[in-house]
Each structure stands twice: as C-alpha cells, then as structure tokens.
C-alpha cells in the first residue's frame, strides 16, 4: 500500500509540473496566431494571490503498527505563497489521548486554482516536506500529500480546506495517516 502511495503522489507531481502552458501567456499567443477571433482566457481566483495564509483545523492521526486507538485533535499552520501556486506552509498539530502526540512539519504546496466562471475558486494541492513527531519521544518525519481548497470571494476570500498525507517516521514510532479539516484566512 505504502508503495502505491508513494507511485501515485510522484507520478500526480511530476505530470502536473510537466503540463503544457505554465507561465505562457495565452492572451498574446492567441492574438498573434488569430487577430480577427476574440477568444476570452479565464484565470484563477484573485483569492490565490501571492500573500500570508492563517489556517485553524480538525484532525485526525491514523498509526499503521495495528494499534485500535485513532486520536483526533487540532492545528494551526501559518503559509506563505509565492504566486497562485508555489507555497510554504509550517503546521503545529496536537492529537490528545493518553499520550498526546504533536506534529510538526514545513511543507512544500503547489496548488492548482481552476480557472472558468464556475470552479475560479476551487483549488486543489499537493505537498510535501519534512517535520518532527513527539509521542513521548521526538522523531523525525517526512509526509506527502494532497487536498481541496474552496474560497468564498463573498467573504473575502475565506476559504475550506480538506487534506490527506501519509507520513513516515524514522525510528520506534510507526508511520502514520493524517487528515485535516478547517479554514483559512487570507492576509
């Protein structure tokens, strides 16, 4: 299963950083190809501008040694993003129970906001990076993943956000599944 995981985050990485088009501008292309036919080009959100990214969120910690226990819990992460697409995003999560296990990690985010009249404020994402497990012993951690971000303009670019990531811990503890669920806030 681990391997499936792995194959399929790299090979979704590596094709979506290949597609054809990233950076290009169409509008000057198109007109140059074709002066007498206006074609209209949609882009992404204004809500995915370059900028600062407060997020709060829900969580949930899945252990793979065959442990009955799931711990649920919450974060916080800060981000950063370059553009409409490349980021950094550093998270602090704590999963209770009768050992609390925290999480920390800085990731690597590459989004990608949909254009058109009708998902400009979709945005789904992929990340990876590195980071610190502590259940009574601090370890390091590597994680990928993917998740869904859906902005509401109406509301100044408030969004939802709903991620999943695999992650594998060094030494004694046992990799683990995380997911997560919350807001963001643009500033």
């Not at 080009?41 to 997020?55: K, L």
């Amino acid at each position: 299963m681990k391997r499936f995981f792995v194959f399929f985050t790299a090979t979704f990485l590596l094709t979506s950083l290949s597609q054809a088009g990233w950076g290009w501008n169409k509008e000057k292309f198109h007109s140059a190809k074709s002066p007498q036919v206006e074609q209209r080009v949609t882009s992404p959100s204004y809500c995915f501008d370059a900028g600062w990214e407060f997020s709060g969120y829900m969580s949930g910690y899945w252990p793979e040694d065959g442990r009955e226990t799931e711990e649920m819990g919450g974060g916080i992460a800060l981000s950063y993003f370059l553009g409409h697409n490349l980021g950094f995003e550093g998270s602090y999560a704590l999963h209770g129970g009768d050992e609390s296990e925290q999480v920390g990690k800085l990731n690597l985010v590459y989004r990608f906001p949909l254009g058109g009249e009708c998902c400009s404020t979709i945005a789904p994402y992929v990340f990876g990076g590195g980071g610190v497990f502590s259940a009574g012993e601090t370890e390091l951690l590597w994680n990928l993943g993917a998740g869904l971000d859906f902005r509401l303009e109406s509301w100044g670019c408030v969004g939802l956000f709903t991620d999943f990531s695999y992650n594998w811990v060094d030494d004694s503890n046992p990799d683990f599944t995380q997911w997560r669920a919350g807001f963001k806030i643009p500033f």
